[in-house]
């Protein structure tokens, strides 16, 4: 399985390495770092009082993408990177100091994309393309195997499915008491 995934990150670099991309996959990989983007989208949405709702949802999904991943999966699974396997290729970014399984990128971008789209907001196209962009960028960068990248969007699926699930049943329980 692995030399399979090395197959898959090696062509990448073959194929698709050159000037602009050089430029443009760590751009693409910041915007996911921390899940920038994705809690400046849940911080505005929170601020708009028809959007707070999908705010909350969206904020719920990170959280629990976070925990699971880096709290939980990181530690317990201790994968390292591939590019601390194969040396040889020069990092665009500086060397992420976690594991490598599940990627935390990829997790957080669909965590957000699943609430969006389990909260009925177009704002799942645009948030699904940048969220492949994002964990594309990872494989580029030889920071993530290909099967960290889907693990986190499958862990990143679920965590905004449920994240949605625990915002609305909180908002409902808060009505009620109200």
């Known amino acids: ?9 090696d062509r990448i670099q073959a ?9 443009l996959m760590p751009a693409v990989s910041a915007l ?29 999904g990170l959280a629990l993408e976070v925990v699971c991943c880096n709290l939980v999966l990181k530690p317990l699974v201790a994968r390292i990177r591939p590019c601390d396997v194969n040396t040889a290729v020069q990092l665009l970014i500086a060397r992420p100091d976690d594991f490598s399984f599940p990627s935390g990128h990829t997790g957080a971008s ?13 704002l799942w196209i645009p948030a699904a393309v940048l969220a492949v962009l994002i964990a594309f960028s990872r494989l580029y960068l030889y920071v993530h195997y290909p099967s960290d990248v889907l693990a986190g969007a499958a862990l990143g699926v679920m965590a905004g499915y449920l994240g949605t699930k625990l915002a609305q ?10």
């Open 1 to 9: 399985m692995l030399s399979f995934e090395f197959a898959v990150l």
């Open 15 to 23: 194929d698709l390495k050159g000037p602009v991309m050089d430029l």
């Open 32 to 60: 996911g770092s921390g899940g920038l983007v994705w809690l400046l989208l849940a911080g505005l949405l929170l601020l708009l009082p028809k959007h707070r709702r999908l705010g909350a949802a969206v904020l719920a």
């Open 110 to 122: 669909f965590a957000a994309v699943s609430a969006l789209f389990a909260g009925r907001s177009r």
């Open 169 to 178: 049943a909180a908002l409902r329980r808060k009505a009620g008491a109200a």
